[in-house]
């Protein structure tokens, strides 16, 4: 086994972990924990990960079995997509890219928790979907059908902020005014 | 859905599709406006900031008890086995595959870890209530009794830890200037050995005196900074 170096472990993922976990926990302090939490982990059981090369899916999938296991019987997930699909509406990219970063990350927030990790995860652009259903433990199907139906309320909530905002904007003179 | 590099069972039809958005400018231009999409969005949840201190506590907690590690080891294999060490004093909300019983010396070795690094609180309130009120609707020992001479300090706030598996309440006190009071209170079942006396046993760890003892069936530790003598004046037994 390739050794790992657990400084450059901790500077490499420490950063996408916590945004991973603050995507979950929708907390600052819980995702600052379930990070410490993983490298722990990491410290205590990593040996046992005999393929290096498994180490980031290893370390993703911990934190979210330790968010699962913090979670409360009551609000667990569901294995099952019982929410119908919605058709996602026309956002323009321009309309997203004027947007604060801390308005989309709400966005994402909002989105119910079993199509938040998934989007999460598909939007942090360091996972393969294979990946990505080994860190959530779902079928590979299950996570493509669930970033699908994410993809769409994300944006069916980011169109409604990006309208709203456009409604706040201030004509320059002589132009027209939104909304 | 397509992410680039990666090879699906539906490649295929994958292919054919982005053939098919090839010849067709107007599946082309929707498209390539829905990865451009996902790449600002991608890039705004990107930028979202880390706290500034938080890599130096995942370091830090690696370099806290460097003395338990053997000098003749080299630096990647000393980082490994100080981080098993310190972290494991450090972090409290871990669940492992060990007995749900363990010893009051594990216990105490953990919880002071843990404030070692000044956890975040949960719920910040000088509202003792309140902070009972929140342990309680987190499932946490709630229903506990404040040490007759603490309850003359202000709680600051709480938090929820674990103890191998176990919920711990954990309730600071202001004392004056920037000490405080750590109580924490647990179920006693998780604990075993003297943590079940009804008196208060005293150990210290490193510059903090500890105090543990059992009520009903609730167990209890009371840490602060210093001496028996200074954590004796908040349990009002001198």
């Given amino acids: 086994m390739a050794e790992v ?11 996408p972990l916590y945004r991973f976990g603050l995507s979950l926990s929708r907390n600052e302090a819980d995702a600052g924990d379930l990070v410490q939490q993983t490298f722990y982990t990491w410290a205590t059981k ?25 979670k409360r019987h009551a609000d667990r997930f569901v294995d099952t997509d019982e ?32 199509y938040r990790a998934p989007v999460t995860l598909f939007y942090m652009q360091q996972h393969s979907y294979r990946e990505i259903a080994e860190i959530l433990n779902v079928p590979i199907g299950t996570v493509m059908s669930r ?18 905002e456009g409604r706040k904007i201030v004509p320059m003179e002589g132009g027209q005014a939104h909304g | 859905m397509h ?29 390539n ?30 370099e806290a008890r460097p003395s338990v590690v053997r000098p003749t080891w080299n630096r990647a294999i000393l980082l490994a086995a100080a981080s098993i060490v310190a972290l494991a004093v450090l972090f409290s909300s871990w669940r492992g595959p060990f007995a749900p019983a363990l010893s009051v010396a594990d216990y105490r070795d953990e919880m002071v870890g843990f404030i070692k690094v000044a956890p975040n609180l949960e719920l910040e309130s000088s509202d003792l209530d309140r902070l009972q009120k929140f342990l309680a609707k987190a499932e946490a020992p709630a229903n506990f009794t404040v040490p007759k001479r603490l309850q003359q300090y202000e709680p600051v706030g709480c938090r929820v ?15 004056g200037g920037d000490r405080l009071a750590h109580l924490f209170v647990t179920k006693a079942t998780a604990i075993r050995g003297d943590g079940s006396a009804s ?22 530790l009371l840490t602060v900074k210093g001496d028996r003598e200074n954590l004796e004046k908040f349990l009002g037994t001198s």
């Fill in chain 1, 5 to 15: 170096d657990p400084e450059e472990l901790v500077g490499t993922y420490y950063a």
């Fill in chain 1, 46 to 70: 990593g040996h046992q990960l005999r393929d290096t090369s498994k180490v980031k899916t290893w370390l993703f999938t911990t934190l979210y079995r330790d968010f699962l296991a913090k």
């Fill in chain 1, 83 to 114: 929410s119908e699909f919605v058709e996602p509406v026309h956002v323009a990219p321009s309309a997203v890219d004027a947007l604060d970063a801390s308005i989309v990350q709400k966005a994402l927030h909002a989105l119910d928790d079993r």
């Fill in chain 1, 147 to 164: 970033i699908s139906r994410g993809k769409a309320e994300l944006r069916n909530q980011l169109s409604d902020v990006a309208a709203a």
């Fill in chain 2, 3 to 31: 992410r680039a590099g990666e090879a699906s069972q539906d490649d295929a039809r994958l292919g054919e599709a982005l053939r098919k958005a090839d010849a067709d400018p107007e599946l082309a231009r929707w498209w």
């Fill in chain 2, 33 to 62: 406006e829905e990865k451009e999409l996902d790449r600002i969005i991608a890039s705004k949840l990107a930028s979202t900031q880390v706290p500034a201190g938080l890599k130096a506590r995942i370091t830090s907690a690696a």
């Fill in chain 2, 161 to 175: 830890l674990r103890f191998r598996g176990q919920d711990v309440s954990l309730v600071c006190f202001k004392l």
């Fill in chain 2, 199 to 220: 008196a208060p046993v005293f150990a210290a760890e490193e510059d903090w005196m500890t105090a543990t003892w059992t009520e009903g069936d609730q167990t209890y």
